[in-house]
């Protein structure tokens, strides 16, 4: 059965359970589930369970407890966590211990939320099904022959199982949604800037955000305001207010002007079941009282070269630092620097980083700058112009998350152009650095599909809150149970 | 833009990232691929048009040089592969 966080967090405050208990039940639900989903690269129960009675120590004296207090939480092995383990999916950084947590984290511990342990990624996140990862591929809870979804699989594969109710996961350019959507729950990318990425190992940094991958819309709120807000550490986290943005959940839509978008519609309609099921979600959002409008993004069809110039550029430069010198593994050189480089870097990046970097270099070598990563960024500037324009005539954008439910292991491992393709409904709003989410739409062949609901800069709020009347009419996610528990 | 003829091992070294002649085949033909969703950028006429480097509305972040609480000497250097006292330790550089 689907347990929310939110109802944790009453229960527990209520004393009506103990955070402990509700810990030691997540950790066996963890661990009878292990075997076949491996969504976790390191489990945490002895800190798990310190926290939880901490927690409970506290209610018991009549102390406040945070706004998720003893909810059994999953971080993406993205977010350094100080003294444990912090992977980051590469054999690269296999011993790497963090002297120091990330804001993420930091926050997610100041609010009560119990970690219990950090969950299987694609390698720096890069990757679209978990694949990439350097230990192990993890799988869906809905499916344990597909993927999981990527970059953030293992953090969507074990809120699917319902073994957590909340996780954390990064999105580059859909690495929240994709898999939210696969795992059959809640992912939303805040706007670029609302949450710190201090401490959180950078593929991209012009793109990556952090966000809530959790079992319903709530809880997605509730994360969301624990981990947002200005942070001195980060100097690209903006100094907006945070609001209470479960205020902000609506149960219907009336006045709310929703934009499905033309090209989306024109490209998802080549696959008539998938077509089938976003027809419904929009007239489910109809039925709610929403004013349905139609919206253009001429250039959203250049979002797939655009982002794969931008994110390998940015990439080749932020893992320019993984050396062998300082930190993470180094492999002998005989005595020669740059021989000690070289080795370190050839056998601990994975395939796809590797091709990353690559293609990130040539990006910005002399001579093809201009027309590769300077175009790009052009291109850029053209796809936050057309949502400018969309957003004055919608409220929030309604498109397909995916282009497909989730799909078998090892069916696009070889094809990485097939792989990159899967971000095409996600990677328009990373390059205009606008919030969206992804929201259980229902099944296409029994599998889990997400819809993505879309705001403009800094209106999560809006976005909530059209995701929970959404939510609260449809109930796709509650209604089916997944195939392992 | 330019032609798709990336001359790998050169970047392979820009890159300090040795390949195999395996990696450098394969890489080769999947760019390839990739390119022609890349080249379709050249049909925009983008002459007039600013870059975006990032998108949010902040320029030069500026803050107080004041000393605060950081890492000690021994934090840092916790994950080092190989250190001699208070340094990283690496192979010599200059002969």
């Known amino acids: ?485 | 833009m330019a032609d798709v003829a990336i001359d790998i091992a050169y970047i392979a070294k820009l890159a300090r990232l040795p390949l195999t002649d395996e990696e450098s085949a394969r890489f080769s033909a999947q760019f390839g691929r990739l390119f022609d969703f890349i080249r379709e950028l050249q049909a925009l006429d983008v002459e007039s048009v600013h870059a975006t480097a990032q998108v949010i509305p902040l320029s030069n972040v500026m803050r107080d040089d004041e000393i605060k609480p950081c890492l000690t000497q021994e934090q840092a250097l916790a994950n080092a592969p190989d250190r001699e006292g208070p340094y990283f330790k690496a192979p010599r550089i200059l002969e």
């Open chain 1, 1 to 485: 059965m689907m347990e929310t966080g939110h109802a944790i967090r009453e229960a527990v405050a209520a004393k009506r359970r103990s955070a402990e208990a509700v810990t030691r039940s997540a950790l066996e639900a963890i661990e009878r589930m292990e075997p076949s989903l491996k969504a976790y690269i390191t489990l945490l129960p002895e800190r798990a369970l310190a926290k939880a009675r901490e927690i409970d120590a506290r209610i018991a004296r009549g102390d406040r407890v945070g706004s998720l207090a003893g909810i059994p939480t999953a971080v993406k092995d993205i977010f350094c966590l100080e003294g444990e383990l912090t992977t980051c999916g590469s054999k690269l950084l296999a011993n790497f211990k963090p002297p120091f947590s990330s804001t993420v984290v930091q926050r997610l511990e100041a609010a009560d939320a119990v970690i219990v342990g950090k969950t299987n990624m694609d390698e720096f996140a890069m990757g679209s099904s978990c694949e990439n990862s350097a230990f192990f591929p993890t799988h869906n809870p809905w499916d344990l022959e597909g993927v999981p979804g990527g970059s953030s699989g293992g953090s969507a594969s074990t809120v699917g199982s319902r073994a957590v109710p909340i996780g954390v996961g990064t999105d580059t350019g859909g690495s929240i949604r994709e898999p939210a959507s696969f795992c059959n729950i809640v992912g939303v990318k805040p706007t670029y800037g609302r949450v710190s990425r201090y401490g959180m190992i950078a593929f991209a940094s012009s793109l990556d955000q952090a966000g809530p991958m959790t079992a319903d819309v709530r809880d997605a709120a509730d994360v969301l305001e624990a981990i947002a807000g200005f942070d001195p550490m980060d100097s690209t986290s903006v100094d907006v207010p945070v609001p209470h943005y479960a205020d902000q959940l609506r149960d219907d839509l009336s006045g709310v002007r929703i934009g499905l978008v033309r090209e989306f519609e024109e490209s998802i309609a080549t696959d008539p079941a998938m077509a089938r099921l976003y027809k419904e979600a929009y007239a489910d959002l109809a039925a709610l009282g929403a004013t349905i409008v139609d919206v253009s993004l001429p250039h959203a069809k250049y979002g797939l070269a655009t982002y794969y110039l931008i994110a390998p550029a940015e990439c080749s430069s932020n893992l320019a630092r993984y050396d062998g010198t300082r930190y993470g593994v180094r492999l002998d050189g005989g005595g020669d620097v740059y021989s000690m480089f070289d080795k370190t870097r050839a056998a601990g990046f994975g395939p796809e980083v590797k091709r990353r970097i690559i293609l990130g270099t040539y990006a910005l070598c002399s001579g093809y700058y201009d027309a590769y990563y300077v175009r790009a960024q052009k291109v850029r500037t053209l796809m936050k112009q057309d949502f400018d324009q969309a957003f004055a005539a919608c409220d929030v954008i309604a498109c397909p998350a995916v282009s497909c439910p989730p799909f078998e292991l090892g069916a696009k491992s070889q094809d990485p152009v097939a792989m990159y393709l899967m971000d095409y409904f996600t990677i328009p709003m990373s390059l205009a650095g606008l919030p969206a989410l992804s929201v259980p739409a229902g099944y296409v062949d029994d599998l889990p599909v997400g819809l993505q609901i879309c705001a403009p800069a800094f209106e999560e709020g809006r976005m909530l809150g059209v995701a929970h009347a959404y939510e609260r009419r449809t109930q796709h996610a509650a209604k089916r149970e997944p195939v392992v528990s």
